[in-house]
């Protein structure tokens, strides 16, 4: 029987889907299947690695299966239609409540108690489609929209190590059915300036909802001129330390 082909999209310009591209490519010397083309917009973070770099193409017209690492365009349906087994991706909120950009704010922004990540596959809709796994951690009183962040690429590499191989062995699923309000957000809708006339905890919530690394900081207007605002301990962004 033929090894089932799998292709990956990386985004390397963080490297944050990292841990998730090398344990595939090791996964794959162990077990049954082929690692077919990778395609990223970062080569050189990839360029240890024992894989064949390619085009978006190649990695969609020679892969039974493909997973999206942080891949940073909207597929096509007829690509999507085309990998036969579909494209799985990795949403950084917990049953796909939160759909769009910076899941992470939105879910501080909300009060939410947990976050999370899933793990499911790609259809026409953004951030949408059959969820696979999901799963969820606890959000710290400390913490802010970076730390959240990572935690869910945590968990979303998890969901990566638990179902891999279920899904290349075509092993049946239990796919779960969840009924969870979904909020959908784009980058427009995100705004750093803050309210000084709010209650003292939407305030602090608000600074840690918008407190991340390469970010623009939460700021507050005072005559006329941006008066921006840091958290405490805050150490100027953990992503920088993981590159």
Not at 30 to 54: A, C, M, P
Not at 76 to 88: E, H, S
Request: with cysteine; glycine share 4%.
């Amino acid at each position: 029987m033929m090894n089932v082909r799998c292709g990956i999209l990386f985004n390397g310009r963080q490297n944050l889907f990292l841990d998730y591209l090398v344990w595939i490519v090791n996964t794959s010397k162990i077990k049954n299947f082929e690692l077919s083309y990778v395609h990223t917009n970062n080569e050189e973070l990839v360029k240890d690695l024992d894989i064949n770099l390619g085009t978006y193409e190649n990695v969609i017209e020679n892969s039974d299966i493909v997973f999206s690492l942080g891949y940073w365009k909207k597929i096509p349906k007829n690509d999507i239609d085309a990998v036969k087994m579909g494209i799985v991706n990795f949403h950084h909120s917990y049953e796909l409540k939160f759909q769009g950009r910076h899941c992470a704010t939105w879910a501080l922004m909300h009060n939410e108690c947990v976050h999370g990540s899933t793990m499911h596959f790609i259809d026409e809709k953004i951030d949408e489609g059959k969820i696979i796994d999901s799963d969820f951690f606890a959000i710290d009183d400390d913490d802010v929209a970076e730390d959240v962040f990572l935690k869910s690429n945590d968990i979303g590499f998890k969901l990566l190590k638990k179902n891999f191989m279920k899904l290349i062995n075509k092993n049946e699923i239990d796919y779960p059915c969840y009924e969870t309000k979904q909020y959908s957000y784009r980058k427009k809708d995100l705004n750093h300036e803050i309210d000084i006339l709010v209650d003292s905890k939407l305030f602090l919530r608000k600074i840690k909802s918008l407190t991340f690394d390469d970010m623009p900081a939460p700021y507050i207007m005072l005559e006329g001129k941006k008066v921006f605002l840091k958290m405490e301990g805050y150490d100027d962004g953990k992503l920088k330390k993981q590159i």
